[in-house]
């Protein structure tokens, strides 16, 4: 029964993406958090974190995979609500609009 | 904007919705470390990451004194002795 229900959220999400992609939704989405975040100083609140690994990984040593590891908690964390609320509205209302989804 | 309510969907979509979300925040996650990555590996961001005192490990060695620069073809101004060479100066022929 779990893996009935996770086959169909991820044919859900997977068709719900598929025409993101196909109405270009997907690129304007994309760019929503990008803008957002550098705004609200997201960016300059990750940096400081970032130092730290680097400066405990080493400038030589440090890999793309450190930085994910180690920063993703905390870039999810710290977006603000008011970025999460209105890219899960921009996704809602995509939804309501493409009803047959 | 107007405000629609996520109450009125089925889990499927509320997961789905969920998931889309992840992966955005996470695309802008990415995105953000491979510009830290490739400063830091480029050595343009040294200042930024670095502490003062490891700027050696780039070869750098801590600005103390603009004075004159010691490169031909540079336009900073310094001694008469180090300035740029007046022949560099000229372009080719080909393009007079």
């Known amino acids: ?101 | 904007m107007e405000e629609i309510s996520l109450a009125n969907l089925d889990t499927n979509k509320l997961e789905a919705i969920a998931q889309i979300y992840v992966d955005l925040i996470e695309d802008s996650c990415l995105g953000f470390y491979f510009e830290v990555h490739r400063a830091v590996k480029c050595g343009y961001s040294y200042l930024e990451f670095a502490e003062a005192g490891s700027m050696e490990h780039f070869g750098i060695q801590p600005a103390e004194d603009k004075g004159a620069c010691r490169l031909p073809l540079c336009s900073l101004p310094g001694e008469p002795g180090n300035g740029p060479d007046r022949q560099l100066q000229r372009s080719p022929p080909e393009f007079q």
């Open chain 1, 1 to 101: 029964l779990v893996v009935s229900k996770m086959n169909k959220d991820a044919q859900m999400t997977a068709a719900i993406n598929q025409k993101l992609i196909e109405t270009g939704e997907r690129e304007c989405l994309k760019e929503l958090p990008r803008a957002k975040l550098t705004e609200c100083g997201w960016k300059g609140q990750l940096k400081s974190h970032c130092k730290e690994v680097i400066k405990e990984k080493g400038l030589e040593h440090v890999t793309v995979d450190d930085l994910v590891a180690e920063i993703t908690p905390k870039g999810r964390g710290l977006v603000p609500d008011s970025v999460k609320k209105e890219l899960l509205q921009r996704i809602r209302t995509f939804l309501a609009q493409h009803a047959s989804l």
